[in-house]
């Protein structure tokens, strides 16, 4: 293998046991949340991983933890190869956050309101000095016509009021593009959006890998869209990442209860009722639990065995690139004690 197909199977972000955990409850009665949980993947260049779970499966919190938002408990993020942490155990530097942006779910939130778009778009430039001035509108002008803003010229002058939600949501993508980051996080960029003009945030993800080599992290707990943009799916339950597959064969083949559950829960046009009628139904509490032992998902599990509750199931590969953890898939499950 030549040195060129060696750095492209490389990846771009290799994260391992990542945790994030809070401190809860009281000196004599301490407990511990654990946001994230020993959370392990690796990003290619030109890839789009997706992230699907339900509210509070530790999604955006990953996220931020790999933007450098926030601090984690424990855990490694590989940069090129480079231990971030190591080299940056406080705060991420002005090198890192050029290479890994972030698109937020909030593109009404996520600008200000006494700026134009054009301001919004020079700021990234000009703190990274990646253009001089005499060269700002022109750059400006190429990166709003890369995510679809025409004419340019106009809309570099509008104010984020003016904008449609989509339109916003472009304008973040462009200002993330404008420092040439190799990863961008995307956390739930299309759930605020209407669904006429999601599609054109998705198919501007699509277009931005396969031609600028862009890593995303697509954060979405919308399973149709995970698919339709992701060339593998991760999917998180109360912190942990509980499967993780290719896209297509995660989605036709869900081997993990709560994988099937995401699916069966959507709506099914056909019969007008939603899959999980007639097949997969949890039990027990919504609330997803923090256990200390034991499976995350079995006070909900529908086929959960006693070693459920005490073991913790270990990550199994079930084909090339499959990777499930639950004990139904282990070839020598644990006993109980
Ligand atoms: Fe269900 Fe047990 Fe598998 Fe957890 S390990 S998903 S409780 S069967």
Known sequence: MSEHEQ????????????????????????????????VSFKLHKGEVLSVVGESGSGKSTLARLIARLSNPTEGRILLHGKDILAQEPRKASLAYRRQVQ?????????LSPTHPIGYHIERPLQIHKLAQSKDLEREVATLLETVGLHPPADVAERYPFQMSGGQRQRVAIARALAVQPDIILADEPTS????????????????LKTERGIGFLY???????????????MVMYAGNVVEEGESCALMENPAHPYTQLLLASVPDPS???STGETTAKAEGTRKPPNRDKGCPFASRCPMRMSICEEKM?????????HFVRCHLHEADPPKPA
């Open 313 to 321: 199931p270990r990550r199994t590969s079930l084909a090339a690139n």
């Open 102 to 110: 972030m698109i937020f779910q909030d593109p009404f939130g996520s």
């Open 219 to 233: 954060i979405t707990h919308d399973l149709a869209s995970a698919r339709y943009v992701g060339d593998r799916t």
């Open 192 to 207: 605020m959006l209407d669904v006429s003009i999601r599609m054109e945030v998705l198919n501007l993800i699509e277009k």
């Open 7 to 38: 750095e492209a199977e490389l990846p771009i972000l290799e994260v391992t046991n990542l945790s994030k955990h809070f401190s809860l409850g009281n000196w004599w009665k301490p407990a511990i949340f654990k946001a994230v949980n020993d």
């Open 271 to 273: 019969s007008g009722l």
